[in-house]
């Protein structure tokens, strides 16, 4: 089973609907984050927590909220979603690898459309 | 602002031959630099991490460089082969990542 999951893998909704992205991880690790993808920009943050009671904003969080349900759980919620709120949502944990290595594990990604 | 380029969008290579991918950076100063794949439709998978005070580092067929005072890093794949198309990301690292837009590499048989 995949490390990293998040829910839906793919939506398509309309202007001012509210949406919720859902992410859930085995690994065991405290941090989280949510990051956009969009063709030609990379990847950018937009919130993250290093634990449960402590959450983030990123580069890009406006229009953005999130929720930190449990160690294991990182949803984000587009409350009133726009047509440039379409893109590639990642969700990550970050942790030790073997060695000692810090890096991120990411999910599978959710495929938004905002119409 | 910070900002981080890779060399071009798109490389093609002749399988076998060695594909460098450039990662350039202003701005920042990061406490290390970290290389992902990514396949289409997937997450980006991390493959290596070079730390400020390193200046290469090695895993099976790649090599990592960090010249932070040109503040840049190369990724080399010697005997590139098809399988190693995909998208290569750079991402610097202090408290948090912050990525480049991606290199996507292709390798022609």
């Known amino acids: 089973d995949a490390d990293v999951t998040q829910t839906p893998r793919n939506r398509i909704t309309k202007t001012g609907k509210r949406i919720m992205l859902e992410c859930s991880q085995t690994k065991g690790h405290d941090r989280m984050y949510w990051y956009r993808q969009d063709p030609g920009l990379g990847l950018r943050l937009i919130y993250y927590s290093f634990d449960v009671k402590d959450i983030n904003k990123g580069e890009i969080s406006d229009g953005y909220s999130v929720s930190r349900q449990a160690q294991a759980k990182f949803s984000l919620s587009l409350e009133s979603a726009i047509p440039n709120q379409t893109a590639l949502y990642f969700c990550?944990?970050?942790?030790?690898?073997?060695?000692?290595?810090?890096?991120?594990?990411f999910g599978p990604g959710t495929r938004l459309t905002v119409l | 602002s910070q900002k981080i380029e890779q060399n071009s969008e798109a490389l093609n290579i002749q399988e076998g031959k060695t594909a460098t991918l450039t990662c350039n950076y202003t701005n920042y100063s990061p406490a290390y630099l970290q290389w992902y794949r990514q396949d289409p439709g997937r997450g980006p998978v991390f493959l290596l991490l070079i730390r400020e005070n390193e200046k290469e580092k090695r895993k099976e067929r790649l090599k990592v460089t960090f010249d932070t005072t040109l503040k840049q890093s190369l990724f080399h794949i010697t005997a590139s082969q098809p399988a190693d198309s995909a998208t290569y990301l750079c991402a610097l690292g202090r408290q948090n990542f912050v990525f480049g837009p991606g290199t996507r590499l292709s390798v022609l048989p």
């Open positions: 990550a944990t970050r942790g030790l690898a073997e060695g000692g290595t810090d890096t991120q594990y």
